[in-house]
Protein backbone atom coordinates (compact mmCIF):
# COMPACT_ATOMS: atom_id res chain seq x y z
CA UNK A 1 0.00 0.00 0.00
CA UNK A 2 1.05 3.32 -0.33
CA UNK A 3 1.00 6.06 2.92
CA UNK A 4 1.43 9.56 3.55
CA UNK A 5 2.31 10.88 6.90
CA UNK A 6 1.95 14.28 8.55
CA UNK A 7 3.84 14.39 11.42
CA UNK A 8 7.01 12.94 12.64
CA UNK A 9 6.49 13.35 16.54
CA UNK A 10 7.51 9.53 17.88
CA UNK A 11 4.10 7.77 17.14
CA UNK A 12 4.55 8.97 13.24
CA UNK A 13 7.94 8.25 13.52
CA UNK A 14 7.47 4.59 14.39
CA UNK A 15 4.23 4.27 11.85
CA UNK A 16 6.93 5.02 9.23
CA UNK A 17 9.49 2.67 10.30
CA UNK A 18 6.94 -0.07 10.67
CA UNK A 19 5.13 0.31 7.61
CA UNK A 20 8.62 0.49 5.53
CA UNK A 21 9.62 -2.48 7.78
CA UNK A 22 7.06 -4.34 6.31
CA UNK A 23 7.50 -3.61 2.08
CA UNK A 24 4.89 -0.38 2.19
CA UNK A 25 5.77 3.02 0.14
CA UNK A 26 5.52 6.01 2.57
CA UNK A 27 6.11 9.48 2.49
CA UNK A 28 6.05 11.60 5.63
CA UNK A 29 6.39 15.64 5.97
CA UNK A 30 6.02 18.14 8.61
CA UNK A 31 3.11 20.26 8.57
CA UNK A 32 5.25 23.54 8.06
CA UNK A 33 8.13 22.12 5.81
CA UNK A 34 10.65 20.06 5.08
CA UNK A 35 13.40 21.06 6.48
CA UNK A 36 11.66 20.26 10.24
CA UNK A 37 12.40 16.73 8.97
CA UNK A 38 16.05 16.94 9.29
CA UNK A 39 17.79 15.20 12.09
CA UNK A 40 14.47 12.97 12.76
CA UNK A 41 15.10 9.23 13.25
CA UNK A 42 11.81 8.17 10.35
CA UNK A 43 11.84 6.13 7.76
CA UNK A 44 10.30 6.45 4.07
CA UNK A 45 10.75 9.76 1.81
CA UNK A 46 10.99 13.03 3.12
CA UNK A 47 8.48 15.17 1.40
CA UNK A 48 6.83 18.55 1.65
CA UNK A 49 3.46 18.55 2.90
CA UNK A 50 2.05 19.07 -0.32
CA UNK A 51 3.47 15.99 -2.22
CA UNK A 52 2.89 13.69 0.95
CA UNK A 53 -1.06 13.30 -0.40
CA UNK A 54 -0.59 12.82 -3.89
CA UNK A 55 -0.86 9.26 -4.99
CA UNK A 56 -1.69 7.56 -1.78
CA UNK A 57 -4.31 5.06 -0.55
CA UNK A 58 -4.06 6.16 3.69
CA UNK A 59 -3.13 9.59 5.06
CA UNK A 60 -2.17 9.09 8.91
CA UNK A 61 -2.54 12.64 11.12
CA UNK A 62 -0.09 12.46 13.82
CA UNK A 63 -0.28 16.08 15.06
CA UNK A 64 -0.82 17.85 18.41
CA UNK A 65 -4.92 19.14 18.27
CA UNK A 66 -4.14 22.53 18.18
CA UNK A 67 -2.63 22.23 14.17
CA UNK A 68 -5.94 20.89 13.54
CA UNK A 69 -7.01 23.46 11.87
CA UNK A 70 -4.13 24.71 10.26
CA UNK A 71 -3.89 21.65 7.84
CA UNK A 72 -7.24 22.19 6.67
CA UNK A 73 -6.21 23.96 2.88
CA UNK A 74 -4.06 20.71 2.77
CA UNK A 75 -6.75 18.05 3.68
CA UNK A 76 -8.72 20.10 1.23
CA UNK A 77 -7.21 18.83 -1.60
CA UNK A 78 -6.43 14.82 -0.71
CA UNK A 79 -8.65 13.12 -2.94
CA UNK A 80 -12.18 12.02 -1.35
CA UNK A 81 -11.43 7.70 -1.92
CA UNK A 82 -8.18 8.46 0.47
CA UNK A 83 -8.53 6.95 3.69
CA UNK A 84 -7.84 9.67 6.69
CA UNK A 85 -6.59 8.48 9.93
CA UNK A 86 -5.75 10.52 13.00
CA UNK A 87 -3.42 9.44 16.01
CA UNK A 88 -3.51 12.43 18.33
CA UNK A 89 -5.12 12.98 21.88
CA UNK A 90 -5.58 16.09 23.64
CA UNK A 91 -4.00 17.64 26.19
CA UNK A 92 -5.11 20.94 27.42
CA UNK A 93 -1.49 21.88 28.60
CA UNK A 94 -0.12 21.39 24.91
CA UNK A 95 -3.17 22.29 22.99
CA UNK A 96 -4.37 25.21 24.67
CA UNK A 97 -8.13 24.64 26.34
CA UNK A 98 -10.37 24.03 23.37
CA UNK A 99 -13.50 25.38 24.15
CA UNK A 100 -15.79 22.45 22.45
CA UNK A 101 -13.80 19.39 23.99
CA UNK A 102 -13.67 21.15 27.45
CA UNK A 103 -17.76 21.25 27.39
CA UNK A 104 -17.84 17.49 26.39
CA UNK A 105 -17.52 16.99 22.23
CA UNK A 106 -15.66 14.01 21.96
CA UNK A 107 -11.66 15.01 20.97
CA UNK A 108 -11.94 12.79 16.98
CA UNK A 109 -15.30 14.64 16.00
CA UNK A 110 -13.64 17.59 16.95
CA UNK A 111 -10.65 16.86 14.14
CA UNK A 112 -12.82 15.65 11.70
CA UNK A 113 -15.12 18.98 11.97
CA UNK A 114 -11.65 21.12 11.40
CA UNK A 115 -10.87 19.11 8.97
CA UNK A 116 -13.98 18.65 6.99
CA UNK A 117 -13.34 15.13 6.60
CA UNK A 118 -14.55 11.61 7.94
CA UNK A 119 -11.48 10.41 9.67
CA UNK A 120 -10.77 7.03 11.51
CA UNK A 121 -9.20 7.22 14.85
CA UNK A 122 -5.90 4.66 15.46
CA UNK A 123 -2.57 3.92 16.97
CA UNK A 124 -3.55 6.81 19.46
CA UNK A 125 -4.09 4.46 22.50
CA UNK A 126 -0.46 3.45 23.16
CA UNK A 127 2.82 5.05 23.50
CA UNK A 128 5.39 5.21 20.69
CA UNK A 129 7.80 2.84 22.82
CA UNK A 130 5.17 -0.03 22.34
CA UNK A 131 3.99 0.65 18.60
CA UNK A 132 7.95 0.43 18.01
CA UNK A 133 8.81 -2.65 19.87
CA UNK A 134 6.15 -4.71 20.92
CA UNK A 135 4.31 -6.13 18.13
CA UNK A 136 4.16 -9.72 17.74
CA UNK A 137 2.82 -12.34 15.22
CA UNK A 138 -1.13 -12.96 15.05
CA UNK A 139 -2.11 -15.56 17.71
CA UNK A 140 0.68 -14.52 20.13
CA UNK A 141 -0.08 -15.26 23.86
CA UNK A 142 -0.44 -12.26 25.70
CA UNK A 143 -0.02 -9.72 22.10
CA UNK A 144 -1.07 -6.17 22.92
CA UNK A 145 -3.90 -4.51 21.35
CA UNK A 146 -4.92 -1.52 19.72
CA UNK A 147 -8.62 0.04 19.25
CA UNK A 148 -9.60 1.59 16.25
CA UNK A 149 -12.72 3.84 15.82
CA UNK A 150 -14.66 5.52 13.44
CA UNK A 151 -17.90 5.10 10.77
CA UNK A 152 -17.02 3.79 7.84
CA UNK A 153 -16.66 -0.28 8.29
CA UNK A 154 -14.98 -0.84 5.18
CA UNK A 155 -12.36 2.16 6.41
CA UNK A 156 -12.01 1.01 10.04
CA UNK A 157 -11.30 -3.03 8.15
CA UNK A 158 -8.55 -1.59 6.57
CA UNK A 159 -6.48 0.32 9.93
CA UNK A 160 -8.08 -3.62 11.29
CA UNK A 161 -5.32 -5.20 8.75
CA UNK A 162 -2.49 -2.71 8.99
CA UNK A 163 -2.55 -2.95 13.09
CA UNK A 164 -2.59 -6.88 12.75
CA UNK A 165 0.15 -6.19 10.16
CA UNK A 166 2.35 -4.32 12.30
CA UNK A 167 1.97 -6.80 15.39
CA UNK A 168 -0.89 -5.63 17.59
CA UNK A 169 -4.27 -7.43 17.95
CA UNK A 170 -7.47 -4.82 16.43
CA UNK A 171 -10.49 -4.11 18.69
CA UNK A 172 -13.01 -2.28 17.23
CA UNK A 173 -13.70 0.57 19.29
CA UNK A 174 -17.02 1.66 17.78
CA UNK A 175 -17.98 5.00 16.03
CA UNK A 176 -16.36 8.09 15.92
CA UNK A 177 -18.54 9.27 18.77
CA UNK A 178 -17.90 6.24 20.76
CA UNK A 179 -13.57 7.43 20.32
CA UNK A 180 -13.78 8.81 23.76
CA UNK A 181 -13.54 5.76 25.65
CA UNK A 182 -9.79 5.06 24.30
CA UNK A 183 -8.57 8.67 24.72
CA UNK A 184 -6.30 10.24 27.53
CA UNK A 185 -7.60 9.15 31.26
CA UNK A 186 -9.29 6.14 30.67
CA UNK A 187 -8.52 2.40 31.11
CA UNK A 188 -8.28 1.58 27.65
CA UNK A 189 -5.06 4.64 27.06
CA UNK A 190 -1.86 3.04 27.22
CA UNK A 191 -1.53 0.47 29.44
CA UNK A 192 -0.86 -2.74 27.00
CA UNK A 193 -3.90 -4.74 27.22
CA UNK A 194 -4.48 -8.16 25.18
CA UNK A 195 -7.57 -8.14 23.00
CA UNK A 196 -10.49 -9.22 25.89
CA UNK A 197 -9.15 -6.98 28.21
CA UNK A 198 -8.64 -3.73 25.42
CA UNK A 199 -12.59 -4.63 25.21
CA UNK A 200 -13.72 -4.89 28.53
CA UNK A 201 -11.06 -1.69 29.69
CA UNK A 202 -13.44 0.19 26.90
CA UNK A 203 -16.88 -0.97 28.31
CA UNK A 204 -15.57 0.30 31.77
CA UNK A 205 -14.99 3.81 30.30
CA UNK A 206 -16.23 6.72 32.33
CA UNK A 207 -16.20 10.00 30.12
CA UNK A 208 -16.74 12.47 32.94
CA UNK A 209 -13.74 10.97 35.17
CA UNK A 210 -11.55 10.38 32.18
CA UNK A 211 -10.50 14.30 32.28
CA UNK A 212 -9.80 14.13 35.73
CA UNK A 213 -7.88 11.02 35.39
CA UNK A 214 -5.65 12.74 32.96
CA UNK A 215 -4.49 15.48 34.76
CA UNK A 216 -3.95 12.87 37.54
CA UNK A 217 -1.56 10.76 35.60
CA UNK A 218 0.12 13.78 34.04
CA UNK A 219 0.84 15.05 37.90
CA UNK A 220 3.09 11.86 38.75
CA UNK A 221 5.23 11.66 35.82
CA UNK A 222 8.83 12.57 36.41
CA UNK A 223 12.05 12.75 34.84
CA UNK A 224 14.20 9.62 34.10
CA UNK A 225 10.52 7.17 34.38
CA UNK A 226 10.86 4.29 32.19
CA UNK A 227 8.85 2.34 29.91
CA UNK A 228 7.54 0.23 32.33
CA UNK A 229 6.85 2.86 34.97
CA UNK A 230 4.56 5.50 32.49
CA UNK A 231 2.45 2.21 31.80
CA UNK A 232 2.33 1.01 35.14
CA UNK A 233 0.79 4.60 36.71
CA UNK A 234 -1.32 4.76 33.86
CA UNK A 235 -3.09 1.22 35.11
CA UNK A 236 -2.80 1.76 38.36
CA UNK A 237 -4.55 5.33 37.66
CA UNK A 238 -6.77 4.89 35.12
CA UNK A 239 -8.28 1.63 37.24
CA UNK A 240 -8.62 2.99 40.38
Known amino acids: MKFGIIGAGPIGASISKKLVENGHEVKIADARDIEHLEGKDISGTPVNVEEVIINIDVLFLSLPLHIMPSIRPIIDQVGDDVLIADTSNYYPFRDNQIEEIENGMVESVWVSNQLGRPIIKAFSNQLAYTLENKGTP???????????????????????????????????????????????GTPAYCTELTKEELIEALNNANKEKAPVQRDKVMEKFSAGMTHDDIVRINRETYNS
Open 138 to 184: EGTTGRIAMAIAGDDPAQKQVIFDVVNELGFDAVDGGSLNDSWREQP
